[in-house]
């Protein structure tokens, strides 16, 4: 079973520009989360996907942030303008809904530079 | 708000010898889970174990224990015989029991290099 995967691994951006960040969760998963660590501080809830709705996007720092997940499959994580601040990495996970939901599965994360 | 505290930045042992990495957490919640996630450098981030609040009984996964102290909110992980593929950057999380707050709240982390 393929796990979590991110694209891409590595961005670097200038401050301005718009970078589009994707996951692809473990299939089957309904639920999706997105989570942010910059330098040195905790890792951060962005929001939670259940299936193609939004559950709780309360994390999410401003509306220059937009996520999507179309028909409940893989997400994008769009940052548009992107700012210095913006600068981490950014991870996705992944869990089932029900019994098991307690255990979620990360991907490897992208690390984004914003210059 | 919930919150996650790792006061320990980094910590190294020697293999094949035991460390505790420490973990204090502030809730309001009755019910909630606990967990310790494991990065190893350049790879994902794994579980290792998680602790169920209503559960009094320690959680073990093999040389991994947990010292789960609810009234004094402190939940420490413990790795016996440390090996060198335990060198890691080791968070405490917690979770909400139910409903729709499935976000984990995560502590800064734990630098730990395991030495040969």
């Known amino acids: 079973e393929a796990g979590v995967t991110q694209f891409p691994s590595h961005s670097v951006i200038e401050k301005g520009q718009t970078v589009t960040l994707r996951c692809d969760p473990i299939?089957?998963?309904?639920?999706l989360y997105w989570y942010r660590r910059v330098m040195g501080k905790e890792i951060k809830f962005l929001l939670h996907?259940?299936?193609?709705?939004?559950?709780?996007e309360s994390g999410m720092p401003n509306n220059r942030f937009l996520a999507e997940r179309t028909g409940g499959t893989y997400s994008t994580l769009k940052v548009q303008p992107a700012e210095l601040e913006d600068s981490g990495v950014y991870f996705c996970?992944?869990?089932?809904?029900?019994?098991?939901?307690?255990?979620?599965?990360f991907g490897p994360g992208t690390r984004l530079t914003v210059t | 708000a919930q919150t996650v505290t790792q006061s320990q930045p980094e910590m190294s042992v020697q293999e094949a010898e035991t460390v505790t990495l420490s973990c204090t957490y502030d809730?309001?919640?009755?019910?909630?889970?606990l967990f310790w996630y494991k990065q190893p450098p350049s790879r994902q981030m794994i579980l290792v174990i998680r602790?169920?609040?209503?559960?009094?009984q320690n959680a073990t996964e093999n040389r991994f224990s947990v010292n789960f102290q609810k009234a004094a909110k402190s939940f420490s992980l413990k790795i016996s015989d440390s090996q060198l593929g335990d060198t890691a950057m080791y968070f405490c999380?917690?979770?909400?029991?139910?409903?729709?707050?499935?976000?984990?709240?995560f502590g800064k982390g734990t630098k730990l290099s395991v030495k040969p």
């Open positions: 809730t309001s919640e009755s019910n909630y889970y």
């Open positions: 996970a992944s869990s089932h809904s029900g019994q098991f939901t307690y255990e979620q599965y």
């Open positions: 996907f259940v299936k193609e709705s939004k559950q709780d």
């Open positions: 999380a917690s979770r909400n029991y139910g409903g729709s707050q499935g976000n984990l709240i």
């Open positions: 299939s089957g998963h309904d639920n």
């Open positions: 602790q169920e609040a209503y559960k009094q």
